[in-house]
C-alpha cells in the first residue's frame, strides 16, 4: 500500500512558530499604529528612566586618575606614564634611526650627532630584505613602493608612521603569544579571555580612544598603545589556534622525550607551529596599518595625521596622496612578511668553511649601502634627503579633477542623491525611528527563540534592553537604519558579482585583484573621494560604508559557490538541469550558508566603518563616540561603544544561528 | 616458560573518552566494571578495555588490530601519555600510576623511548639536532650529546645526513631519523606506534629487516603496534590481538595460526603461509624407534626443511636443543601443512 505522493507543504497548524511569527507581526503593527496616544513611553523613553551608568564610568575613570594608588606605592597616573614612558625608549630610537637622527639638546637648538638613515639606505634595506625574503620580483616591489614614497615628497610622514608600526608590531605580536600560551594552557584563562575577545573585536575602535587618550595624553605613545591594543586581538586567536594545530603526535614526543612544561611549550609547540604564528604576525601588520589615520586622532602623527588635517580643510588632493602613501606602504609591508613567514629555510650547508661575507651577504651589503650613502650625504644633502625640488605631487590634479566634475557633473550627482534621500533613506530612517522600543525587543526575543532557543532570544533581549535604557535608542537607530541600507546595497552589489566571478574564470581574476587591493586600502581612503563628490551627509556616509564593506559579500558568496559540492553539481547535470537552473536550484541553495556569512561579515565591516563617517556628519552613534572622544569624556564613549558592539553581537548571533538552521536542514553540518 | 620476571605489566587496564561528568557513578566502584550498554547510554568511548598483559624482558609484543582497536590508547596508557582510567601499570614492579610528574618525567627521560607512525620529527632542526633533542630537554652540553647523536644515527645507516632537514629526506629515511631519536638515550622500554605503517610496501620490508637487526644488537624490551597481522607474524615473539578495546588472544605467532582463541583472529590467519609459521616440533610424530635418515632442529621453521626432505621417503628425527630425539616428521607431514596454504 505504499502510494508515491507528491511532497506535500506542512499546514499552518503544523508550523507553530509562523504562526507565532504572524500573530505577533499582527499585534506590534496595531501597536505601532495606534498606540503612541496611550503608551507613549514605549516611543520615546522619559528621561527619568534612563540609567546613569555613563556617569557612573566617568566618576570611575576619574577616581582612578586623580585618587587611586596600588597599594600606596604609587598613583595610577604614575603607572600610565611610566608604561607609557616604556614605550617611549624603543620608539624615540627608532624614530632616531629613520627619521630625525640622533640629536643633542631639544628644540632649535638641537645638534644632530648623527644622521638618520638616508633614503638611499632605507630603500636598499627593503631591496634586500626583499630579495632574502623571496626573489629578485619582491625587492623590486619593496623598493618601488618606498621609492614612491621619497618621490612624492611623503617621506618624512611615512618614517614617522615606518617607526610607530616598528614599535606596535613587536608589541603587539608578543602579548597576543603570550596570552595566546596562557589560554591554550590554563582552561580558565581562556574561558575568561574570549569573551573580552569578541568584545574588543565589535567596539568601534574609536570608543577606546577616549580611555586611551585620557589615561596616556595626546601623543605617538598613546597612539601606539591604542594600536597594540587594536591589533593584538587576532594575534591571540591565532596563537591558540595554531597551538591546538600542533599534531598531537608532536605533543606526544615532547613528554615522550620528558619535557617540562616549559621546555614543551618553546621547544616543541611554539616551533612546530611557526608557520602559523607567523600569518598572525602579518595580521598585527596590517591591522597596524589600518589604524595609521585612526591612531593620529590621539597623537600618532606621521601620514594619519596629513590624510586626517587635509580631510579636515577638504584638501582632497593631499589627502589622497598621503592616503596613498599609506596604502603603499601597507603593499610593501604586507608582501614583505608574507613573504618572510613562507621563505622556505635555507637547506643544509655542509661544503667548506665560509668567510662572513658568504654566509651574511643581505646583512653586510646593507651595512655597506648606509655607511656609504651616510658619509656621501656629507658631501651632498641629495644623497641623505631626496631634494625637494624633484618632488612630485599629484594632489593638484586630483583637486583638479575633483573641480572639474563638480563643475560638470554637478546637477546629475545632485540629483541621484536627492532621489536616493528623498525615496529611500529619510523614509526608512523615519520607519525604524518611529518603532516602539518594546515591539523591537520582542521580536528580537522572538527571532532569537525561533532561529536557536530560549538562551539566545535571553541575549538579544539584554543587550537590547541595554541599548534602549542607555538612552541612546534613536542614535542606535539611526546607526541600524544607516547600517542597514549600506548592507541592503552592499548585498545587491557584491552578491551578483560573486556569482559572476565564481562562474566566469576571467570575472574571477579583476574581481580578486580588485577586492585584494580594496582590503589593503584604510577606511578613511573610502571616505575621501566621496566627501568630494558628494559633500558630507548620510547619503556620504553610506556610499563610504558600501564601498569598504562589500568585499565579504563579493568574496563569501563566490567561495560559497565554488565550494559545492562537485557530486551534486554532477547530479544536477545528469538530471538535466540547465545552467541557469543549475545556479538557481543547486547552486545557490546550497551556497546560503556561506553567504549568510559573508553578510554577516558585511555588518561588522559596516559597523566599524560608520563610527569612521562620523568625521562627515552623521548622526548615529557614531557620532556620540566621536563627540566622547573631542570631549575626553570615557563614560559617553564608553556607553555608545558598548552599544556599537550590542548591535554588531545581536545581528552576528542571529544571522549565525540561521546559517547554522540552514545548513543542518540541507544536511551540511559536521 | 620464562624465568624472567615481566619488564612492563598492565593490570585490567581501561580508558574511557568522553564526559564522565554526568557519568561519575559507573566508574565507582560498585558498578565496576561498565557493559557496553552503559558507555552508549553517556556517550562514552571504552577505547581501551579491562586489558591484562605481561611483556617480558627483551622480547618484542606486537600490539595488533584493525584501526581504531585502541592500539595507540593503550600503549599511551603504559607510558602515561594518556592517563587510564583504571587499572595498574607495573613497569618493574613499581606502579606508574603513583608516580609523581616529575618521577615520571624522570622515567620517560631516561628508560622509555618512542617512535611515532608519522615520524614527530620537529621540523626546524637538524637530523643532528631532532637525534640530540631528548639529550637536549636533559640539559646534556651540546658536544656531549651531538657525539651521541652522531653515533646513533651512524646505527641507524644515515651517516653523512646529520645536516639534513626532515623535509629533504624520504620517508624511510625519517623514520630512521624517528628510530635513532628515540634510542638516543638508550631506554631499556621501546614503544613503536605503527612506525612502518606510512612507508611503501617496499621500503616497510627494508625498514622491518632493519629493525630486526637492531634488536639483535640492543636486544630491548619492545611493545610494537601494526594493523599489518604479516608485520606482526614477522616481528614478533608474542603477539596481542586487540578488538574494540578488549585483548581477544596473546600468544606466539605460532600458537595464533595453529590454535585461534576467536573467529575474529582465524580470520586473520586464514592467509598466512603456515609453514613459514609452523615450527617442526608442532607437527612431528611420536618417536618411533624406526631408522632415521636424517635430523632436523624442532625450533625451525616447516619452511625452512622442505627442500631437504622433500626428495626423501624417509623419516627425519626432530631435535630439541642438546641433540636429543624428540620425535619423528615425514614428507606426509611437510606436504599436509604446505596444502594448508
Ligand atoms: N582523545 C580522544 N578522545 C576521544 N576519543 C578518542 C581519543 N583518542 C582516541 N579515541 C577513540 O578511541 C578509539 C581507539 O583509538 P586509537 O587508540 O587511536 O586506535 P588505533 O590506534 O588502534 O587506531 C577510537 O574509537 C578513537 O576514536
Ligand atoms: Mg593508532
Same mark, same amino acid.
Given at each position: 500500500?505504499?502510494?508515491?505522493?507528491?511532497?506535500?507543504?506542512?499546514?499552518?497548524?503544523?508550523?507553530?512558530?509562523?504562526?507565532?511569527w504572524?500573530?505577533?507581526?499582527?499585534?506590534?503593527?496595531?501597536?505601532?499604529?495606534?498606540?503612541?496616544?496611550?503608551?507613549?513611553?514605549a516611543?520615546?523613553?522619559?528621561?527619568?528612566?534612563?540609567?546613569?551608568?555613563?556617569?557612573?564610568?566617568?566618576?570611575?575613570?576619574?577616581?582612578?586618575?586623580?585618587?587611586?594608588?596600588?597599594?600606596?606605592?604609587?598613583?595610577f597616573?604614575?603607572?600610565?606614564?611610566?608604561?607609557?614612558?616604556?614605550?617611549?625608549?624603543?620608539?624615540?630610537f627608532?624614530?632616531?634611526?629613520?627619521?630625525?637622527?640622533?640629536?643633542?639638546?631639544?628644540?632649535?637648538?638641537?645638534?644632530? =650627532?648623527?644622521?638618520?638613515?638616508?633614503?638611499?639606505?632605507?630603500?636598499?634595506l627593503?631591496?634586500?630584505?626583499?630579495r632574502?625574503?623571496?626573489?629578485?620580483?619582491?625587492?623590486?616591489?619593496?623598493?618601488?613602493c618606498?621609492?614612491?614614497?621619497?618621490?612624492?615628497? @611623503?617621506?618624512?610622514?611615512?618614517?614617522?608612521t615606518?617607526?610607530?608600526?616598528?614599535?606596535a608590531?613587536?608589541?603587539?605580536?608578543?602579548?597576543?603569544?603570550?596570552?595566546?600560551?596562557?589560554?591554550?594552557?590554563?582552561?580558565?584563562?581562556?574561558?575568561?579571555?574570549?569573551?573580552?575577545?569578541?568584545?574588543?573585536?565589535?567596539?568601534?575602535?574609536?570608543?577606546?580612544?577616549?580611555?586611551?587618550?585620557?589615561?596616556?595624553?595626546?601623543?605617538?605613545?598613546?597612539?601606539?598603545?591604542?594600536?597594540?591594543?587594536?591589533?593584538?586581538?587576532?594575534m591571540?586567536r591565532?596563537?591558540?589556534?595554531? =597551538?591546538? @594545530?600542533?599534531?598531537?603526535?608532536?605533543?606526544?614526543?615532547g613528554?615522550?622525550?620528558?619535557?617540562?612544561g616549559?621546555?614543551?611549550?618553546w621547544?616543541?609547540?611554539?616551533?612546530s607551529?611557526?608557520?602559523?604564528l607567523?600569518?598572525?604576525?602579518?595580521?598585527?601588520?596590517?591591522?597596524?596599518?589600518?589604524?595609521?589615520?585612526?591612531?593620529s586622532?590621539?597623537?600618532?602623527?606621521?601620514?594619519?595625521?596629513d590624510?586626517?588635517?587635509?580631510?579636515?580643510?577638504? $584638501?582632497?588632493?593631499?589627502?589622497?596622496?598621503?592616503?596613498?602613501?599609506?596604502?603603499v606602504?601597507?603593499?610593501?609591508?604586507?608582501?614583505?612578511?608574507?613573504?618572510?613567514?613562507?621563505?622556505?629555510?635555507?637547506?643544509?650547508?655542509?661544503?667548506?668553511?665560509r668567510s662572513?661575507?658568504?654566509?651574511?651577504?643581505?646583512?653586510?651589503?646593507?651595512?655597506?649601502?648606509?655607511?656609504?650613502?651616510?658619509?656621501?650625504?656629507?658631501?651632498?644633502?641629495?644623497?641623505?634627503?631626496?631634494?625637494e625640488?624633484?618632488?612630485?605631487?599629484?594632489?593638484?590634479?586630483? #583637486?583638479?579633477?575633483?573641480?572639474?566634475?563638480?563643475?560638470?557633473?554637478?546637477?546629475?550627482?545632485?540629483?541621484?542623491?536627492?532621489?536616493?534621500?528623498?525615496?529611500?533613506?529619510?523614509?526608512?530612517?523615519?520607519?525604524?525611528?518611529?518603532?516602539?522600543?518594546?515591539?523591537?525587543?520582542?521580536?528580537l526575543?522572538?527571532?532569537?527563540?525561533?532561529?536557536?532557543?530560549?538562551?539566545?532570544?535571553?541575549?538579544?533581549?539584554?543587550?537590547?534592553?541595554?541599548i534602549?535604557?542607555?538612552?541612546?535608542?534613536?542614535?542606535?537607530?539611526?546607526?541600524?537604519?544607516?547600517?542597514?541600507?549600506?548592507?541592503?546595497?552592499?548585498?545587491?552589489?557584491?552578491?551578483?558579482?560573486?556569482?559572476?566571478?565564481?562562474?566566469?574564470?576571467?570575472?574571477?581574476?579583476?574581481?580578486?585583484?580588485i577586492?585584494?587591493?580594496?582590503?589593503?586600502?584604510?577606511?578613511?581612503?573610502?571616505?575621501?573621494?566621496?566627501v568630494?563628490l558628494?559633500?558630507?551627509?548620510?547619503?556620504t556616509?553610506?556610499?563610504?560604508?558600501?564601498?569598504?564593506?562589500?568585499?565579504?559579500?563579493?568574496?563569501?558568496?563566490s567561495?560559497?559557490?565554488?565550494?559545492?559540492?562537485e557530486?551534486?553539481?554532477?547530479?544536477?547535470v545528469?538530471s538535466g538541469?540547465t545552467?541557469?537552473q543549475?545556479l538557481?536550484?543547486?547552486?545557490?541553495?546550497?551556497?546560503?550558508?556561506?553567504?549568510?556569512?559573508?553578510? #554577516?561579515?558585511?555588518?561588522?565591516l559596516?559597523?566599524?566603518?560608520?563610527?569612521?563617517?562620523?568625521?562627515?556628519?552623521?548622526?548615529?552613534?557614531?557620532q556620540?563616540?566621536?563627540?566622547?572622544?573631542?570631549?575626553?569624556?570615557?563614560?559617553?564613549?564608553?556607553?555608545?561603544?558598548?552599544?556599537?558592539?550590542?548591535?554588531?553581537?545581536?545581528?552576528?548571533?542571529?544571522i549565525?544561528?540561521g546559517?547554522?538552521?540552514?545548513?543542518?536542514?540541507?544536511?551540511?553540518?559536521? | 616458560?620464562?624465568?624472567?620476571?615481566?619488564?612492563?605489566v598492565?593490570?585490567?587496564?581501561?580508558?574511557?573518552?568522553?564526559?564522565?561528568?554526568?557519568?561519575?557513578?559507573?566508574?565507582?566502584?560498585?558498578?565496576?566494571?561498565?557493559?557496553?550498554?552503559?558507555?552508549?547510554?553517556?556517550?562514552?568511548?571504552?577505547?581501551?578495555? @579491562?586489558?591484562s598483559?605481561?611483556?617480558?624482558?627483551?622480547?618484542?609484543f606486537?600490539?595488533?588490530g584493525?584501526?581504531?582497536?585502541?592500539?595507540s590508547?593503550?600503549?599511551?596508557?603504559?607510558?602515561r601519555?594518556?592517563?587510564?582510567?583504571?587499572?595498574?601499570?607495573?613497569?618493574?614492579?613499581?606502579?606508574?600510576?603513583?608516580?609523581?610528574?616529575?618521577?615520571?618525567?624522570?622515567?620517560?627521560?631516561?628508560?622509555?623511548?618512542?617512535?611515532?607512525?608519522?615520524?614527530?620529527?620537529?621540523?626546524?632542526?637538524?637530523v643532528?639536532?631532532?637525534?640530540?633533542?631528548?639529550?637536549?630537554?636533559?640539559?646534556?652540553?651540546?658536544?656531549k650529546?651531538?657525539?651521541?647523536?652522531?653515533?646513533?644515527?651512524?646505527?641507524?645507516?644515515?651517516?653523512?645526513?646529520?645536516n639534513?632537514?626532515?623535509?629533504?629526506?624520504?620517508?624511510?629515511?625519517?623514520?630512521?631519523?624517528g628510530?635513532?631519536?628515540?634510542?638516543?638515550?638508550?631506554?631499556?622500554?621501546?614503544?613503536?606506534?605503527?612506525?612502518?605503517?606510512?612507508?611503501?610496501? =617496499?621500503?616497510?620490508?627494508?625498514?622491518?629487516?632493519e629493525?630486526?637487526?637492531?634488536?639483535?644488537?640492543l636486544?630491548?624490551?619492545?611493545?610494537?603496534?601494526?594493523?599489518d597481522?604479516?608485520?606482526?607474524?614477522r616481528?614478533?615473539?608474542?603477539?596481542?590481538?586487540?578488538k574494540?578495546?578488549?585483548?581477544?588472544?596473546?600468544?606466539?605467532?605460532?600458537?595464533?595460526?595453529i590454535?585461534?582463541?576467536?573467529?575474529?583472529?582465524?580470520?586473520?590467519?586464514?592467509?598466512?603461509?603456515?609453514?613459514k609459521v609452523?615450527?617442526v616440533?608442532?607437527?612431528?610424530?611420536?618417536?618411533?624407534?624406526?631408522?632415521?635418515?636424517?635430523?632436523?632442529?624442532?625450533?625451525?621453521?616447516?619452511?625452512?626443511i622442505?627442500?631437504?626432505?622433500?626428495?626423501?621417503?624417509?623419516?627425519?628425527?626432530?631435535? $630439541?636443543?642438546?641433540?636429543?630425539?624428540i620425535?619423528?616428521?615425514?614428507? $606426509?607431514?611437510?606436504?599436509?601443512?604446505?596444502?594448508?596454504?
Open positions: 500500500m505504499n502510494q508515491i505522493s507528491p511532497q506535500q507543504k506542512p499546514a499552518l497548524w503544523q508550523r507553530p512558530m509562523l504562526v507565532v504572524t500573530i505577533s507581526l499582527f499585534i506590534l503593527t496595531i501597536f505601532w499604529l495606534f498606540g503612541k496616544p496611550y503608551l507613549a513611553w516611543f520615546k523613553l522619559p528621561r527619568g528612566w534612563q540609567s546613569r551608568l555613563r556617569y557612573h564610568i566617568s566618576d570611575a575613570a576619574n577616581w582612578l586618575l586623580d585618587d587611586a594608588s596600588f597599594f600606596g606605592l604609587f598613583t597616573t604614575e603607572f600610565t606614564r611610566s608604561i607609557a614612558a616604556i614605550v617611549a625608549v624603543p620608539y624615540d627608532v624614530l632616531s634611526i629613520i627619521s630625525t637622527g640622533f640629536l643633542e639638546g631639544v628644540g632649535s637648538d638641537a645638534i644632530q =650627532l648623527l644622521p638618520p638613515l638616508s633614503w638611499i639606505a632605507v630603500i636598499f627593503v631591496f634586500a630584505l626583499g632574502y625574503a623571496r626573489d629578485w620580483k619582491l625587492a623590486m616591489l619593496a623598493a618601488g618606498f621609492s614612491y614614497l621619497a618621490i612624492f615628497g @611623503q617621506w618624512h610622514s611615512s618614517m614617522i615606518l617607526a610607530s608600526i616598528i614599535i608590531v613587536p608589541i603587539g605580536v608578543g602579548f597576543g603569544l603570550m596570552l595566546g600560551i596562557f589560554s591554550y594552557r590554563f582552561w580558565w584563562f581562556d574561558r575568561a579571555i574570549s569573551p573580552i575577545l569578541d568584545l574588543m573585536q565589535t567596539v568601534p575602535v574609536f570608543a577606546y580612544l577616549v580611555p586611551i587618550l585620557v589615561f596616556f595624553g595626546f601623543s605617538p605613545v598613546a597612539a601606539i598603545i591604542a594600536t597594540v591594543i587594536y591589533a593584538t586581538p587576532p591571540v591565532i596563537t591558540i589556534l595554531a =597551538l591546538k @594545530q600542533v599534531p598531537s603526535e608532536l605533543t606526544d614526543l613528554n615522550m622525550v620528558g619535557c617540562t616549559h621546555q614543551q611549550m621547544k616543541v609547540m611554539i616551533p607551529a611557526s608557520e602559523s607567523m600569518v598572525g604576525v602579518n595580521q598585527v601588520i596590517m591591522l597596524s596599518l589600518n589604524m595609521v589615520i585612526i591612531a586622532m590621539i597623537g600618532a602623527g606621521g601620514l594619519g595625521a590624510v586626517l588635517a587635509s580631510l579636515r580643510r577638504l $584638501d582632497i588632493g593631499a589627502g589622497i596622496e598621503a592616503g596613498l602613501a599609506i596604502v606602504l601597507a603593499i610593501a609591508l604586507d608582501r614583505l612578511s608574507q613573504a618572510l613567514a613562507h621563505r622556505p629555510p635555507d637547506p643544509h650547508y655542509t661544503g667548506p668553511k662572513l661575507l658568504q654566509r651574511y651577504p643581505y646583512s653586510l651589503a646593507g651595512l655597506a649601502v648606509v655607511i656609504i650613502s651616510g658619509l656621501a650625504g656629507l658631501v651632498w644633502a641629495g644623497f641623505q634627503r631626496w631634494p625640488a624633484w618632488s612630485l605631487t599629484t594632489g593638484k590634479s586630483a #583637486n583638479e579633477i575633483v573641480k572639474f566634475i563638480n563643475i560638470n557633473f554637478y546637477d546629475q550627482l545632485d540629483a541621484v542623491k536627492t532621489a536616493l534621500l528623498l525615496n529611500v533613506l529619510i523614509p526608512f530612517k523615519r520607519f525604524l525611528l518611529s518603532l516602539p522600543w518594546p515591539g523591537v525587543i520582542a521580536l526575543g522572538l527571532a532569537g527563540f525561533s532561529l536557536k532557543g530560549w538562551r539566545l532570544a535571553v541575549l538579544c533581549m539584554l543587550l537590547g534592553l541595554f534602549v535604557f542607555t538612552g541612546l535608542w534613536p542614535k542606535a537607530m539611526i546607526t541600524v537604519y544607516l547600517c542597514g541600507i549600506s548592507v541592503i546595497i552592499a548585498s545587491l552589489i557584491g552578491i551578483p558579482i560573486g556569482i559572476m566571478a565564481a562562474e566566469w574564470k576571467p570575472a574571477w581574476n579583476i574581481t580578486q585583484l577586492i585584494d587591493t580594496l582590503q589593503t586600502l584604510p577606511s578613511f581612503v573610502y571616505l575621501m573621494p566621496v568630494m558628494f559633500r558630507v551627509g548620510d547619503f556616509a553610506m556610499i563610504a560604508v558600501v564601498a569598504y564593506a562589500i568585499v565579504p559579500a563579493i568574496r563569501y558568496t567561495h560559497g559557490l565554488k565550494h559545492v559540492s557530486d551534486l553539481i554532477e547530479a544536477g545528469v538541469c545552467p541557469l543549475l538557481t536550484k543547486i547552486k545557490l541553495k546550497l551556497a546560503l550558508p556561506e553567504i549568510m556569512l559573508g553578510i #554577516n561579515q558585511t555588518i561588522m559596516a559597523l566599524s566603518m560608520l563610527v569612521i563617517t562620523a568625521l562627515v556628519g552623521t548622526r548615529d552613534l557614531g556620540e563616540v566621536y563627540i566622547a572622544l573631542t570631549k575626553g569624556d570615557i563614560g559617553r564613549g564608553a556607553i555608545a561603544g558598548l552599544c556599537i558592539a550590542f548591535i554588531a553581537i545581536i545581528a552576528d548571533r542571529l549565525t544561528a546559517a547554522d538552521r540552514i545548513k543542518t536542514r540541507l544536511g551540511l553540518a559536521k | 616458560m620464562r624465568s624472567k620476571s615481566p619488564k612492563l598492565c593490570d585490567h587496564v581501561w580508558k574511557i573518552f568522553g564526559d564522565l561528568g554526568k557519568a561519575q557513578h559507573i566508574i565507582d566502584a560498585q558498578y565496576w566494571p561498565p557493559g557496553q550498554s552503559d558507555l552508549d547510554k553517556y556517550n562514552l568511548i571504552g577505547a581501551v578495555q @579491562q586489558v598483559l605481561e611483556v617480558f624482558d627483551g622480547e618484542i606486537v600490539i595488533m584493525l584501526s581504531g582497536s585502541g592500539k590508547t593503550l600503549v599511551r596508557c603504559m607510558s601519555l594518556i592517563e587510564p582510567t583504571n587499572g595498574r601499570i607495573l613497569f618493574n614492579g613499581e606502579d606508574l600510576l603513583e608516580k609523581t610528574s616529575r618521577e615520571m618525567i624522570e622515567i620517560r627521560r631516561h628508560k622509555m623511548g618512542m617512535v611515532f607512525q608519522h615520524f614527530a620529527l620537529l621540523p626546524h632542526l637538524t643532528l639536532g631532532n637525534v640530540a633533542f631528548p639529550l637536549e630537554v636533559q640539559g646534556i652540553a651540546r658536544a650529546r651531538e657525539e651521541r647523536a652522531r653515533q646513533v644515527i651512524e646505527l641507524v645507516g644515515l651517516k653523512g645526513r646529520e639534513y632537514f626532515p623535509r629533504e629526506l624520504s620517508g624511510g629515511q625519517q623514520q630512521r631519523v628510530i635513532a631519536r628515540s634510542l638516543a638515550d638508550e631506554p631499556e622500554l621501546w614503544f613503536l606506534d605503527e612506525p612502518f605503517s606510512a612507508l611503501d610496501p =617496499l621500503i616497510r620490508r627494508e625498514m622491518q629487516d629493525f630486526l637487526r637492531l634488536q639483535s644488537m636486544r630491548k624490551t619492545i611493545v610494537f603496534i601494526t594493523h597481522f604479516d608485520e606482526a607474524i616481528l614478533a615473539d608474542r603477539i596481542a590481538i586487540m574494540d578495546g578488549a585483548v581477544d588472544q596473546i600468544g606466539t605467532p605460532e600458537d595464533i595460526v590454535r585461534p582463541a576467536t573467529d575474529y583472529v582465524a580470520e586473520f590467519t586464514k592467509n598466512v603461509v603456515r609453514a609452523v615450527s616440533r608442532s607437527i612431528m610424530k611420536p618417536v618411533t624407534g624406526r631408522p632415521a635418515i636424517g635430523e632436523v632442529a624442532g625450533t625451525a621453521k616447516v619452511s625452512q622442505v627442500s631437504k626432505i622433500k626428495h626423501s621417503d624417509g623419516i627425519f628425527a626432530v631435535t $630439541d636443543e642438546d641433540g636429543e630425539r620425535g619423528d616428521i615425514s614428507r $606426509d607431514d611437510v606436504v599436509e601443512i604446505l596444502m594448508q596454504g
